[in-house]
């Protein structure tokens, strides 16, 4: 939590102005050290770390194309509907498909009804022949009967299977769950699977495994690939990365490398297209982290109430990333300094000083 004060400004300003020089310059006269709620920052181990900008993207996402000449008859599901997988994106007209496979169905038949009777002919002649009652060339003539109709009824039952193909790819099924992303076509419009490439007719990505993709500089490149770790960053919370993949090569024309970084779970709340920034820890290094909630925001000017041996005074700071309920202080602390953990008691402590100070004064 950040304590937003809105009608001091110049309290803060002064404030500032007198942290700009020696940090430990007495806010008001020689006070004693105040009684306030405080705490003693010192720097802690942390991993230095640095941060580079990525985009989320799907892991799975398709173009899906037109497989057959039709159509299109109903477009169920528009942009940005989630659909459950197996579901009818895309139906066309079918009345040429079905043709196509009754006439398959009514070519299987003849062709097993042929089939059969050559085998039966077959087998009628293949006891026969050892009686000497049928020359070996009648037999002969029989057998290549039979093995045309068994070719015959091969090709049949392939035919089949393609036409009714063609029937399947009538309707257009999702290959897993997810969002549609864009629609290429309309209803009534007429589409070719043929050259020069089929026609795209629904985009769709998956939510369910995510990525980071991040352009990172040669010169960092052998210690993300050492540390085999990453920390995805976005509004405010930390995401440990399930995995890295670091491309092994480097774009010619920017020098940089790609680097994959794998979210964990379905529940991260990142979703593909969104900019975030994604943390690579680079070694070891000391850093100051306060309580959330003991900073206080004016404006652009962040700053916290330092407590020292001549007072209080609120000094400004530069801060980095959020660490859980702390965060990360750049410039403005040193190790070992006090601040005040509830800022509103000293923002009260120092109304009061000064309001007795004016009152000496008259």
């Known amino acids: 939590m950040i304590v937003r004060v809105r009608h001091l400004a110049p309290l803060f300003a002064l404030a500032l102005l ?6 430990s310059a007495p806010s008001a006269g020689q006070a004693p050290r105040p009684s306030l709620a405080s705490q003693v920052i010192h720097a802690g181990d942390a991993s230095r770390e640095q941060t580079w900008d990525g985009v989320v993207e799907a892991v799975n996402q398709v173009t899906l194309t037109a497989q057959t000449n039709a159509r299109v008859l109903a477009l169920p599901h528009d942009v940005n509907d989630v659909v459950p997988a197996g579901a009818v ?5 079918d009345v040429e498909q079905r043709s196509s496979r009754d006439a398959a169905l009514a070519q299987l038949a003849s062709a097993r009804a042929s089939y059969s009777d050559a085998q039966a002919s077959f087998e009628r002649f293949s006891a026969l022949l050892p009686k000497g009652y049928v020359s070996k060339s009648d037999m002969d003539s029989v057998r290549a009967r039979r093995d045309a109709a068994k070719a015959a009824l091969d090709a049949a039952q392939a035919q089949l299977a393609q036409a009714k ?18 629609r290429f076509v309309h209803v009534g419009e007429a589409v070719q699977s043929g050259p020069p490439s089929p026609q795209p007719l629904i985009a769709m990505e998956s939510l369910d495994a995510l990525r980071v993709s991040v352009q990172v500089p040669q010169s960092s ?8 770790s990453a920390t995805i960053l976005a509004d405010g919370r930390r995401v440990p990365a399930k995995d890295i993949t670091v491309f092994p090569y480097a774009d010619p024309a920017t020098h940089t490398f790609t680097v994959r ?3 964990p779970g379905q529940d991260s709340g990142l979703r593909p ?20 909630s003991a900073l206080v925001r004016r404006g652009e000017l962040i700053g916290v109430y330092v407590i020292g041996d001549h007072g209080v005074s609120l000094r400004q700071l530069r801060v980095g990333d959020t660490v859980g309920d702390r965060v990360q202080v750049l410039a403005g602390l040193d190790d070992g300094e006090t601040i005040a953990t509830d800022p509103v008691a000293a923002l009260n402590f120092l109304a009061q000083r000064r309001a007795k100070d004016a009152s000496g004064h008259e």
Do not use: H, N
């Open 165 to 182: 193909q063609s029937v399947d790819y009538t309707e257009v099924r999702a290959p897993y769950a997810g969002v549609i992303t864009r």
């Open 18 to 23: 007198a942290g700009c020089g020696d940090k």
């Open 221 to 228: 490149v052998d210690a993300i690939r050492a540390a085999k």
């Open 261 to 263: 970084v794998e979210v």
């Open 89 to 93: 994106l895309v139906r066309f007209t």
């Open 273 to 292: 297209g969104t900019s975030v920034k994604v943390a690579f820890p680079t070694g070891d290094a000391k850093q100051l982290l306060v309580p959330a």
